[in-house]
């Protein structure tokens, strides 16, 4: 089992940025997948899901600025940001949840047993 994200770097304030979460060992109709992200000194925390039905969640803190979508051919997860701000900063990990079989994800740390290398995002004018 594999995630591998792309797409990070240096972006404006204001500006977007997506990210992208290949996965593979596993197909994206079988299991939930989560974004989140962590800022220096600060904890992990979750931006968004997508359910294996496509249904996302936006539960927390970019949400309004962040679109999250899947492609089940290309086992791809991708995360849309805009208007990004310099609080924004951080590492984003894409994780893989372990429990199937619910009607919506959940962005509940414990539950993720795979993980991304997690690309840097700064932004910085």
């Known amino acids: 089992v594999q995630l591998v994200e792309s797409g990070g770097g240096l972006v404006h304030p204001g500006g977007s940025l997506r990210l992208s979460c290949e996965v593979s060992?596993?197909?994206?109709?079988?299991?939930?997948i989560t974004w989140f992200r962590q800022a220096p000194g600060k904890e992990r925390e979750a931006i968004s899901c997508i359910h294996t039905n496509g249904r996302p969640s936006y539960p927390y803190s970019m949400k309004g600025r962040v679109s999250i979508s899947k492609d089940n051919v290309k086992r791809t997860v991708h995360l849309e940001m805009n208007n990004l701000k310099p609080e924004d900063t951080a590492v984003y990990y894409c994780?893989?949840?372990?429990?199937?079989?619910?009607?919506?994800?959940?962005?509940?740390?414990?539950?993720?047993?795979?993980w991304g290398q997690g690309p840097q995002v700064t932004v910085s004018s």
């Open positions: 060992g596993f197909t994206l109709d079988r299991s939930d």
């Open positions: 994780a893989r949840n372990k429990i199937t079989s619910r009607r919506w994800c959940s962005v509940a740390k414990t539950e993720h047993d795979y």
